[in-house]
């Protein structure tokens, strides 16, 4: 996707299921990591509102945006805006998509590699 690209509004509905699917499987893999030993970080969702918070006493924020049919993601590294096209949420201005991010902030802020994907279906 191009910054410029035009998008397809999605339904109040369909977003409100892509982005509840799309918190939910973020916590689903801290959850995992948990279990696994992987690595210990806390998971504190208040409606569309996700705040990773790490070992070492960073966080990661993701945050729905409803009127603007985005999610937004804050970590150290900067701020993003995702918006969804073609099945996948891909930032506004570079195109890059949400979990490659989200993974890159993620293994920095955790200080081991960490791999975040889409729930398949």
Avoid at 4 to 30: F, H, N, V
Wanted: hydrophobic share 35%; aromatic share 8%.
């Amino acid at each position: 996707m191009s910054p410029s690209a035009p998008t397809r509004s999605l339904s109040d509905a369909d977003y409100q299921s892509l982005t509840r699917a799309l918190l939910s499987g973020i916590e689903l893999q801290i959850d995992r990591w948990l279990q696994q030993d992987v690595v210990d970080i806390d998971g504190a969702r208040t409606g569309g509102l996700l705040e990773l918070s790490f070992p070492n006493g960073s966080k990661i924020v993701v945050n729905t945006q409803p009127p603007l049919q985005e999610i937004w993601l804050a970590a150290r590294s900067g701020g993003y805006h995702y918006r969804h096209v073609d099945g996948r949420w891909h930032d506004t201005k570079t195109g890059e998509e949400f979990f490659a991010v989200l993974s890159r902030c993620a293994s920095e802020q955790a200080g081991k590699p960490l791999t975040f994907e889409a729930a398949a279906g």
